[in-house]
């Protein structure tokens, strides 16, 4: 997508002769020259048509702060933008015009100086940030690049630490929408400012980390080659990367589509006949299935992108639309420990209800979950303050939020996807096959009728006994009888589930303007 990644970037090629360059390679003319066209995108229209879409390119006559130890002339030839290229165009405007679509593009040059961070960038990435923040502009980052450059000479000083880039990025988050994308190494600096994001997308062989080579070993940390250091199926499987893809190519997709959610609502909301909806959870309660399903054919029609796939398996959090506006989903995965809920799976829900609340993008939970983890095992992993973090921010969102209980609904795990309490959420309803209890139903028996079924000393008659109390305590607890008790809203037909939904969001006013953040930043985690 060569086309749009020129109408992303707004400066011709960015990041595409850095795949091709050998680590170090800062000597790279073609790259140069590439670097060197003018700040005008060449963008292919569905028709196959081209058209040119302007943009402002800024502080491309920077240079590397080398002067003391480099002729001018070899500067100018070598390090063109000091490695940062940087501006100021339009993303999707064809689909909300020309003010919603504004964004603020950033990248480093692996073919200078390695992308490192150097003085003068350091300077141009402070200026394009205070753009960002005040005109409340999106920013997408190409973050590709070895860290910080100890090689610039120009300038007072000692250690650099007092360079306001890390502060002011930090800054925008929860103001606006933040985008990373990297392909090959991304290390040190370079990967803070990923880090930073909102959103991670990264290419196939991409390796991040805190500190690369050279810091490992200077640290006496061993000696490892930099694709050892943060490889791509590491940090996906631990959370960093929210996005895998291919290329570059794919990922400029993937960023316009992540940033679309944010520009606002679309005309053409075509869905799935939702009928299907009626057969996907199995009537055999003991059965799985895939909850992924349930999402694809809520939403409208290739509207979901989900995030964070790989980490925390049994929760799946996706961007999608319905009716054509966007919404966030939090559903449990009843694929992975049945749907409980556990310290990764509570990061992740958390982190993406900041997400959607700082930018007013509501909330619909699917719950089908027997509950919080549990066990010695789990607790190793500091479960009670990973899964309580799902209490508290839920109990601070303002955006409107729904649930909708596809099976299993019981105890803490249900009221962590309904923000604490059944009756928080503007509805929650459940489905014919939803089943209910302030614990799961086979833990209830066992607990409850210990006594009882110790006094049996026939294993049949206790099995009998057992199963019995389970059945009683099923039907008790089923969708249409923890209706009538009026601890959820309504019992519907799941053909009905985005009827709701539609009704809801049309009901509820819209954002007020606002000109701050309304959350102090989203968690990096």
């Not at 000597?27 to 060449?42: C, K, N, S, Y």
């Not at 061993?222 to 794919?250: K, S, T, Y």
Request: glycine content about 12%; proline content about 5%; overall charge negative.
């Amino acid at each position: 997508d060569q086309g749009f990644r020129g109408a992303l970037t707004v400066a011709g090629e960015l990041p595409g002769a850095a795949e091709e360059a050998s680590p170090g390679a800062g000597q790279d003319d073609r790259g140069q020259d590439a670097l060197h066209e003018a700040p005008v995108a060449v963008h292919r229209t569905e028709h196959g048509q081209d058209h040119q879409q302007g943009g402002q390119r800024q502080g491309d006559a920077q240079i590397a702060a080398q002067r003391r130890r480099r002729t001018l002339e070899d500067l100018i030839a070598r390090t063109p933008a000091d490695g940062l290229v940087a501006g100021i165009g339009a993303v999707n405007s064809a689909l909300f015009g020309e003010a919603d679509a504004r964004c603020v593009l950033m990248s480093y040059d692996y073919t200078v100086l390695a992308g490192t961070q150097g003085m003068q960038n350091h300077r141009k990435k402070d200026r394009m940030f205070e753009l960002a923040e005040k005109w409340r502009l999106p920013l997408v980052f190409f973050t590709e690049g070895g860290g910080g450059r100890p090689g610039d000479t120009d300038a007072l000083g000692v250690a650099g630490l007092d360079c306001m880039a890390f502060h002011y990025f930090g800054g925008l988050s929860g103001l606006v929408p933040l985008v990373g994308i990297t392909s090959g190494r991304c290390f040190a600096g370079n990967a803070a400012l990923l880090g930073c994001c909102d959103v991670v997308i990264a290419t196939h062989g991409s390796n991040i980390g805190m500190g690369g080579p050279a810091m490992i070993e200077g640290g006496g940390l061993g000696v490892f080659r930099p694709e050892e250091v943060g490889p791509l199926d590491v940090q996906v499987r631990n959370g960093v990367v929210d996005i895998a893809v291919r290329d570059e190519a794919e990922a400029v997709q993937v960023a316009r589509k992540y940033l679309s959610y944010f520009q606002g609502a679309l005309p053409d909301a075509a869905c799935a006949d939702q009928r299907e909806l009626r057969a996907i959870i199995p009537e055999n309660r003991l059965r799985i299935y895939d909850v992924r399903r349930v999402i694809e054919t809520l939403a409208d029609t290739d509207s979901v992108l989900e995030l964070r796939r790989g980490f925390g398996p049994g929760m799946v959090t996706a961007l999608a639309r319905i009716d054509g506006r966007p919404i966030g989903v939090i559903a449990n995965n009843p694929t992975h420990l049945a749907g409980a809920i556990d310290s990764d799976g509570a990061d992740k829900a958390t982190r993406f209800m900041q997400l959607c609340d700082a930018f007013d993008l509501p909330l619909l939970f699917l719950c089908d979950t027997p509950g919080i983890m549990v066990g010695p095992e789990a607790e190793k992993t500091a479960l009670v303050r990973h899964a309580s973090r799902m209490f508290v921010t839920s109990a601070s969102l303002s955006v409107p939020y729904f649930t909708i209980v596809l099976r299993k609904g019981y105890g803490l795990g249900a009221q962590a996807m309904a923000g604490g309490s059944f009756k928080a959420p503007i509805f929650t309803i459940a489905w014919p096959t939803g089943e209910f209890g302030g614990m799961g139903l086979e833990g209830a028996v066992k607990l409850g009728y210990r006594n009882e079924l110790a006094a049996l000393d026939d294993p049949a008659e206790r099995k009998a006994l057992y199963d019995q109390m389970v059945e009683r305590m099923y039907q008790h607890g089923k969708a249409v009888s923890t209706a009538s008790h009026f601890e959820i809203d309504d019992v519907i037909d799941p053909a009905e589930s985005r009827t709701w939904i539609t009704r809801t969001l049309r009901s509820v006013p819209p954002p007020a303007p606002r000109t701050g953040k309304k959350r102090p930043c989203v968690d990096t985690w």
